[in-house]
């Protein structure tokens, strides 16, 4: 899966309509090492993250699988969990 | 998802039978911090978005099942999403 | 799916049985801005695109549906498509 | 699938259902050339792969079959095997 | 597909129990323009490439279909031909 920070509110009006009634976020991939990545993805969230956190997120069949609507579904990208902190090498929790 | 901008259209007369009488439009990945995606993704669109407009790409049984002829067919990306805005950090709608 | 050029065609004798009759196409994925690509994906070919064409290619199920084989082969990327031309902001057809 | 190192933990409190009680493992994708990657993915992992050891992580249905718990899941990456050695060109063990 | 040159043999001892039994190499993405890919991939070879080698590799369904032990298995990407050479525009084989 993928991490990445929460960095904006996606706002669609006219979409597919098992899109309807879901948040959709912006999502800004971590990277290591000091350059930020200048990609995004677009991750429906059934979890509530906000601004500013980062987040776990999965695609294809976990993602549908997350939102609860069936496989049936015009999205394939969703957050799965809110990330709390990470422990690297040295075992202290690095700020996010 | 994807976030990209609507930057063309594409036209194949000789192609799989299934992707007949469908919309295909060229569409360059949405980045942060002033590079432009020199990448393009092809993806057919059922919403009707238009040349410079933002849209939400989905792929696989995502963008199949919203192009809605089946799951046996020749494509795997779709617009699933026209943008209104974005809203970032401060919540002041982003220009796209 | 991805827009590219064929640039040249593969050959291998030791393959996978499902393979066997198919033509398999070098492919450089069309980039904005003047660089190109460094990178090549291989596509199985029913349509019949020669050297220098652009081409659709689709991934997964659509590429497998494409040529017609069923589900259980041992490829999964094919041309869906060759590329007329492209029209881009001005309307005016693109040189491919 | 993926080559990578594993450089830390991910820990979250607010998670889909099916993520709870597995571990999730940051990895860096191991690279070529003197260049560290700046991506990372995150990964359940059913093996007991430490801080610092190399592993192999796949994607998809088969990281799902490696986990255990079907299919309709929340995640879909997956420790899959720790590498004991790599051996290139010369035969020789590569250090890792 | 992935075309790329098989650069050295993967070994673990701990895997998931479908891995057994099966070799795993490393292998680098062939690119055009003289710059050598920094990534790399593992992949189950069920037909004997050796290093130095330029194969196929297929990914997902594909590639569990080629090795032949049904889908419910923990990998996900697979040699499916070993390449003989190649022709570019002028028809002439390129060295590998």
Redesign the interface.
């Given at each position: 899966?993928?991490?990445g920070k929460v960095?904006?509110?996606?706002?669609?009006?006219?979409?597919?309509a098992?899109?309807d009634g879901l948040r959709?976020l912006?999502i800004?991939?971590?990277?290591?090492?000091g350059?930020?990545?200048?990609?995004?993805?677009?991750?429906a969230d059934?979890?509530?993250a906000g601004?500013?956190e980062t987040v776990?997120v999965?695609?294809?069949?976990?993602?549908?699988?997350?939102i609860g609507r069936g496989?049936?579904?015009?999205?394939?990208?969703?957050v799965?969990?809110?990330?709390?902190?990470?422990?690297?090498?040295n075992g202290v929790p690095?700020e996010l």
């Open positions: 899966m993928l991490l960095i904006g509110n996606v706002w669609a009006t006219k979409k597919e098992t899109l959709f912006l800004r991939p971590f990277t290591l090492g350059d930020d990545s200048s990609e995004v993805v677009v991750a059934p979890i509530g601004i500013g776990i999965a695609f294809g069949r976990a993602a549908r699988h997350t496989q049936d579904v015009g999205y394939q990208v969703a799965v969990g809110i990330v709390d902190y990470l422990t690297l090498e690095f």
